[in-house]
DNA sequence: ATACAACTTTGTAATGATTACAATTTCATA
DNA sequence: TATGAAATTGTAATCATTACAAAGTTGTAT
């Protein structure tokens, strides 16, 4: 996704296309890491050293609220931010860290009792150990 | 559940039933609304004066840690609380703040890429209006 | 080009949930 | 009843996030 696109992509968001904007979603676009604030912050204040934190926050709120990006709250003290908004699952390594995506199989996910509700998000999150500290350290 | 079943109940996960620790699991027994710290904390003051806040911390941290309640962080800026460690969806309504359980639809909840991994936990969480408040207010 | 209004960015201070920690109290047992 | 371990308490610290007002930037009409 290269700048004009991106430029058009937040556009179509309703969300006007500044220096910042761009710069923070193209990291999200290009790191897909789930980052949370400070991850984005240390990263573009090299390349923008006048760069505050609250500009990150403020534009990720404004990217969450137009539907760009989601909010993942898999971590329980912070914030992560996932570019990919299609419905996917999140698995977070208890020993590294390290959140992946996860991939639904098929289609199916039903509830019983889901009839009443209007369902704007879906979370699906889990924890355990991934596959390197499973090999790494059998026993924890 | 009375308070024997309770007693033993928390012997059974290795905690040793006092008396704080068996009405705060009392609570959330009797009480399925998904507290968080705060409402456990105001409930159980009345019947106890001296209680503080860092009880009612310790102890859900040590429940979550035995495996007898389960931490729900679908609030963003809270965790919440339920006695209730079986496998299920949460919904939560961002008009009236509510949580709903879910039942899952028979058991198929499946991902592509989730083979290496160590699952040890899973949260199902939905967002959106319930149907109270869709009725109450279609627009919003 | 200029001025103006609207919007964006910044930095500091405030907020608020959670945790750290040390002191006090309670409990179980000899 | 004495003693040591565990539980509880209260205050202070932590830290991610938000509030807010000032400063900077952009686009547009004159």
């Known amino acids: 996704m290269n700048i004009a696109q991106i430029r058009n ?38 390349e923008i ?9 403020n534009t990720l ?3 969450v609220e137009k539907g760009l990006v989601s909010l993942i709250t898999i971590a329980e003290n912070e914030m992560r931010y996932d570019a990919d908004t299609s419905l996917h699952g999140h698995f ?7 959140i ?4 639904l199989k098929g289609s199916a996910l039903e509830f019983e009792n889901m009839d009443n509700f209007r369902v ?7 924890k355990g150990l991934c596959g390197n500290c499973l090999a790494e350290a059998g026993d924890k």
């Open 92 to 98: 977070r390594c208890h020993r590294c860290g390290k």
């Open 9 to 46: 992509h937040l556009e179509t968001h309703d969300v006007k296309p500044s220096h910042h904007r761009i710069k923070v979603y193209q990291y999200l676009v290009e790191n897909r890491n789930h980052p949370n604030v400070d991850m984005i912050y240390r990263e573009l204040s090299t």
């Open 100 to 103: 992946y995506d996860l991939r």
């Open 120 to 126: 704007d998000e879906s979370h699906l999150y889990f």
């Open 61 to 63: 709120n404004l990217f």
């Open 49 to 57: 050293p006048t760069l505050s934190r609250t500009t990150i926050y």
